[in-house]
């Protein structure tokens, strides 16, 4: 996530809180305010959608160097080696097994 979209949660969640005070001060707040908070909040909706988007693909911190470590070691990727092997490899190993 870019400090720029840090940033703009930042403003947002600000200008809701500012928002809901107004609406919550019992002065006349019209439909504008309300239509606002609906579009600061959809926005933030998103913003926040985007950051757990990027955090779900990315490494970063230790997974990092365990994956890392891992590669070094085995030679292939983790992801591979604990992920169900395909039908043709699967077959493939069983072939090995009946002509060993």
Do not use: C, F, K
């Amino acid at each position: 996530m870019t400090t720029g979209t840090i940033n703009r949660i930042n403003q947002l969640s600000d200008e809701r809180m500012r928002l809901y005070q107004q609406a919550a001060g019992g002065g006349p707040t019209g439909g504008l305010t309300v239509m606002r908070i609906r579009h600061v909040s959809d926005e933030l909706e998103a913003l926040w959608e985007e950051r757990r988007r990027e955090r779900a693909g990315r490494l970063e911190g230790i997974d990092l160097l365990v994956h890392r470590a891992y590669e070094q070691t085995y030679g292939h990727r983790y992801e591979d080696a604990i992920s169900p092997p395909t039908v043709g490899e699967a077959a493939d190993d069983e072939a090995v097994e009946i002509a060993a």
